[in-house]
């Protein structure tokens, strides 16, 4: 059981949006900054979104995260194929002490 | 360009021990955190352990405090997990990765390949 709640898995066609939630509480995510992961089978997990909303370069604008509370979002839009991929969040939790990922969301483009 | 190298991992026999290292380049090492994130077969990632730039703070993961030892050799740019009384569930493969800032362990910009440790008798 994963700290951060992710859904199991999102699907959307080619070209549309998707978005991934994260619900965490009061003592990651409403507290400290999230952090979203792309990580394609048997390969390392690639730093997608930091400081709730920000992209490192190189990751397209199509990738937006965003932060309310207890919860954080990460939008795809313009869907490609390529995007197949599982999707994590992660945030320091200030009450444990450590961090917290969640669960994983694997992301299937129809 | 970034680069982190993980070694040391293989198979060991459960209570056994085994020390992986983190070589890394391309970057400034001591001026960052760095973090281990393991990832058992088919599921998801977990965080570790982490320790700040200058080797003073470490944190760890409740399931593996007390047996893994996080320390870092800012002079060789190598970063060490030492691994003892390994468990089944502690198989793995390990991430080397590297934090954002001095201290971030959460916001990992670059990981290694990983490296697989397998606990078994």
């Known amino acids: 059981q994963s700290v951060l709640t992710q859904p199991p898995s999102v699907s959307a066609a080619p070209g549309q949006k998707v978005t991934i939630s994260c619900s965490g509480g009061?003592?990651?995510?409403?507290?400290?900054?999230v952090s979203w992961y792309q990580q394609f089978p048997g390969t390392a997990p690639r730093l997608l979104i930091y400081d709730n909303i920000k992209r490192p370069s190189g990751i397209p604008d199509r990738f937006s995260g965003s932060k309310s509370g207890t919860s954080a979002t990460l939008d795809i839009t313009g869907l490609q194929t390529g995007d197949e991929a599982d999707y994590y969040c992660?945030?320091?939790?200030?009450?444990?002490?450590?961090?917290?990922f969640g669960g994983g969301t694997k992301l299937t483009v129809l | 360009e970034v680069q982190l190298l993980e070694s040391g991992g293989g198979l060991i026999q459960p209570g056994g021990s085994l020390r992986l290292s983190c070589t890394a380049s391309g970057f400034t090492f001591s001026s960052h955190a760095m973090s281990w994130v393991r990832q058992a077969p088919g599921k998801g990632l977990e965080w570790v352990s982490g320790i700040r730039d200058n080797g003073y703070s470490t944190s760890y993961a409740d399931s593996v405090k007390g047996r893994f030892t996080l320390s870092r050799d800012n002079s060789k740019n190598t970063l060490f997990l030492q691994i003892n009384n390994l468990r089944a569930e502690d198989s793995a493969v390990y991430y080397c990765a590297k934090g954002l800032g001095v201290q971030t362990y959460n916001e990992l910009d670059y990981w290694g390949q990983g490296t697989l440790v397998t606990v078994s008798s």
């Open positions: 009061s003592c990651n995510i409403d507290k400290n900054l």
């Open positions: 992660g945030a320091w939790d200030s009450c444990l002490g450590l961090v917290v």
